[in-house]
């Protein structure tokens, strides 16, 4: 069994920064890919960031890309959502998810394996 623990998350106010981690334990795979997803009050998950097993090969949504950064420590099994430039608009829960196919996907069901979710709450 995989779990997957998301922290980090909090109320910061606009053009501010969070960092989100996310720790997997229990069941591993190498080569695996990991991403981060959101679902804001009222609308569907949506595609935040994906960053393959080396790290080499990552990948944004249009509405993040330039402020956030996502990264991994696999010898810490920990992926990292490093958020800048905050927007109200980035207000959601914020939830990392496991690929075991080496690929960026943005399709929230090629992801087997899903965290608890973390706030992330905007204010303007």
């Known amino acids: 069994q995989v779990q997957l623990v998301e922290s980090g998350g909090g109320l910061v106010q606009a053009g501010g920064s969070l960092r989100l981690s996310c720790a997997v334990s229990?069941?591993?795979?190498?080569?695996?890919?990991m991403g981060w997803f959101r679902q804001a009050p009222g609308k569907e998950r949506e595609f935040v960031a994906a960053?393959?097993?080396?790290?080499?090969?990552?990948r944004y949504a249009d509405s993040v890309k330039g402020r956030f950064t996502i990264s991994r420590d696999n010898a810490k099994n920990t992926v990292y959502l490093q958020m800048n430039s905050l927007k109200p608009e980035d207000t959601a829960v914020y939830y990392c998810?496991?690929?075991?196919?080496?690929?960026?996907?943005?399709?929230?069901?090629?992801?087997?394996?899903w965290g608890q979710g973390t706030q992330v709450t905007v204010s303007s």
């Open positions: 998810a496991v690929d075991i196919r080496p690929r960026l996907s943005h399709d929230a069901q090629g992801y087997g394996y």
């Open positions: 229990g069941r591993t795979f190498s080569g695996y890919t």
């Open positions: 960053i393959s097993w080396s790290g080499g090969g990552t």
